[in-house]
């Protein structure tokens, strides 16, 4: 959306006003690319990380490592045109990045080179996981058509065997999540789900879902506890589901999350019980070991594709979009209520519109912090926000009408070009 410099210079004052004092719980740290960021991993403690990315003729093939917490990002030349979908290391040395057209590089030096190790595949490679940081791995990638794509290595990831699926596989792999050499799951299209107790044979779970799922993931020493993220297509909402014994049951839980379309990416904490989802328009939701997320406000509305908190719940870095990466040494925060099916807690706070019709976006005046979610005239939520005590801007990218909900209010307006 182009917009003219002078007749918005209020609008984005108030959305600087409002990003300045509700959302400093997360900072934006400075990459220096612009490419779209997928992968992140901080294998041994929040100080060294390394991010991975990439797409068509931008930075194709981006590695990036920090060694000061996310203070300075120093690019590491991969050597790779194709864009990379995913990054685990093992420890500080030691790690593998995986993308696209079945790449997969290796490097035992921190990232300062890189090998191309040769794999039985060439479709997209989506996730790459050593579960006990030793010689067992495992890739998982998404076929061009419906199928079944998971890789496995024994000597540390310089050989890959292709595992088989027994049934003929209606839908696609996408990605995986393992919790020991042995457990494990794959997720994917069409609420496909398949889960493998020896690491190698796979059998069929229910993921309540035949929306298209995209990342799973265990808690790290736990093989009962898992999450799975995704979207459904119709409606077009974002799907979070749990299995609090991923080991034994077959059936995942449905959980309440923020407003989303689609996630794309999640994260649990080593130590504590927390668990964070990210994925479109900027939502960040985090939950405190159970099957309700609550908002983590991040102030964007970008989207976001990765999350990791490699200790506790505490420091966490989020990327995404355009070279995004975010930080946060407060676990995020969240906002009260804003979760499906959930009134906000602070509702005695009044909301009032403005203006109505309103350009570009709802101007609101709050008398206090209170949660706010914005939805369609189709009854579809588009955005879950915080607003501050004063005026607030919440940008809408297309004319038409739309109704604002804080609580038991609800007010519709009607935002023009």
Same mark, same amino acid.
């Given at each position: 959306?182009?917009?003219?410099?002078?007749?918005?210079?209020?609008?984005?004052?108030?959305?600087?006003? =409002?990003?300045?004092?509700?959302?400093?719980?997360?900072?934006?740290?400075?990459?220096?690319?612009?490419?779209?960021?997928?992968?992140?991993?901080?294998?041994?403690?929040?100080?060294? &990380?390394?991010?991975?990315?990439?797409?068509?003729?931008?930075?194709?093939?981006?590695?990036? *490592?920090?060694?000061?917490?996310?203070?300075?990002?120093?690019? *590491?030349?991969?050597?790779?045109?194709?864009?990379?979908?995913?990054?685990?290391? +093992?420890?500080?040395?030691?790690?593998?990045?995986?993308?696209?057209?079945?790449?997969?590089? +290796?490097?035992?030096?921190? %990232?300062?080179?890189?090998?191309?190790?040769?794999?039985?595949?060439?479709?997209?490679?989506?996730?790459?996981?050593?579960?006990?940081?030793?010689?067992?791995?495992?890739?998982?990638?998404?076929?061009?058509?419906?199928?079944?794509?998971?890789? +496995?290595?024994?000597?540390?990831?310089?050989?890959?065997?292709?595992?088989?699926?027994?049934?003929?596989?209606?839908?696609?792999?996408?990605?995986?999540? /393992?919790?020991?050499?042995?457990?494990?799951?794959?997720?994917?299209?069409?609420?496909?789900?398949?889960?493998?107790?020896?690491?190698?044979?796979?059998?069929?779970?229910?993921?309540?879902?035949?929306?298209?799922?995209?990342?799973?993931? /265990?808690?790290?020493? #736990?093989?009962?506890?898992?999450?799975?993220?995704?979207?459904?297509?119709? $409606?077009?909402?974002?799907?979070?589901?749990?299995?609090?014994?991923?080991?034994?049951?077959?059936?995942?839980?449905?959980?309440?999350?923020?407003?989303?379309?689609?996630?794309?990416?999640?994260? =649990?904490?080593?130590?504590?019980?927390?668990?964070?989802?990210?994925?479109?328009?900027?939502?960040?939701?985090?939950?405190?070991?159970?099957?309700?997320?609550?908002?983590?406000?991040?102030?964007?509305?970008?989207? /976001?594709?990765?999350?990791?908190?490699?200790?506790?719940?505490?420091?966490?870095?989020?990327? %995404?979009? %355009?070279?995004?990466?975010? +930080?946060?040494?407060?676990?995020? &925060?969240?906002? $009260?209520?804003?979760?499906?099916?959930?009134? $906000?807690?602070?509702?005695?706070?009044?909301?009032?519109?403005?203006?109505?019709?309103?350009?570009?976006?709802?101007?609101?005046?709050?008398?206090?912090?209170?949660?706010?979610?914005?939805?369609?005239?189709?009854?579809?939520?588009?955005?879950?926000?915080?607003?501050?005590?004063?005026?607030?801007?919440? $940008?809408?990218?297309?004319?038409?009408?739309?109704?604002?909900?804080?609580?038991?209010?609800?007010?519709?307006?009607?935002?023009? #070009?």
């Amino acid at each position: 959306m182009n917009v003219g410099r002078r007749r918005n210079a209020a609008v984005l004052g108030s959305l600087s006003l =409002l990003c300045s004092l509700v959302f400093a719980t997360w900072t934006p740290q400075t990459s220096g690319v612009t490419a779209d960021l997928h992968g992140v991993c901080f294998p041994e403690s929040t100080e060294v &990380g390394y991010v991975a990315g990439g797409n068509a003729q931008i930075n194709n093939g981006v590695v990036l *490592k920090t060694t000061d917490g996310g203070g300075t990002w120093v690019t *590491k030349t991969s050597g790779s045109l194709n864009g990379l979908n995913a990054v685990y290391f +093992k420890d500080n040395s030691t790690g593998f990045a995986v993308g696209l057209g079945g790449l997969v590089l +290796k490097t035992t030096s921190g %990232g300062d080179t890189w090998t191309t190790v040769s794999v039985p595949t060439s479709v997209a490679l989506n996730s790459v996981q050593f579960p006990e940081n030793g010689d067992v791995g495992f890739i998982v990638g998404k076929p061009e058509g419906d199928g079944f794509r998971v890789l +496995k290595t024994t000597d540390g990831g310089d050989n890959w065997t292709a595992l088989t699926f027994p049934y003929p596989a209606a839908n696609a792999t996408v990605a995986g999540g /393992f919790a020991t050499n042995d457990i494990g799951v794959a997720v994917g299209t069409r609420g496909m789900g398949v889960r493998t107790l020896d690491g190698t044979n796979f059998e069929y779970i229910g993921l309540n879902t035949i929306g298209d799922m995209y990342a799973v993931a /265990f808690k790290p020493g #736990d093989k009962t506890k898992a999450y799975a993220v995704g979207t459904e297509s119709f $409606p077009s909402v974002g799907v979070v589901r749990y299995s609090p014994a991923a080991d034994t049951a077959t059936v995942w839980q449905d959980c309440g999350a923020p407003s989303a379309t689609v996630y794309l990416g999640l994260s =649990l904490c080593r130590r504590g019980n927390a668990a964070y989802i990210v994925g479109m328009g900027g939502v960040i939701g985090k939950t405190t070991g159970g099957t309700v997320f609550l908002l983590s406000p991040s102030g964007l509305l970008s989207t /976001f594709y990765g999350v990791c908190f490699p200790t506790g719940e505490s420091t966490g870095y989020v990327v %995404g979009e %355009g070279g995004l990466i975010l +930080k946060t040494t407060d676990g995020g &925060g969240t906002v $009260p209520g804003v979760a499906e099916g959930k009134v $906000p807690a602070t509702s005695r706070a009044g909301i009032r519109v403005v203006s109505n019709p309103s350009r570009l976006g709802i101007a609101l005046r709050s008398d206090a912090y209170v949660p706010v979610t914005v939805f369609d005239a189709s009854g579809r939520a588009l955005m879950s926000r915080a607003a501050t005590k004063g005026l607030n801007f919440l $940008p809408v990218r297309k004319a038409g009408a739309y109704f604002v909900k804080a609580g038991a209010q609800v007010a519709r307006v009607v935002v023009t #070009d």
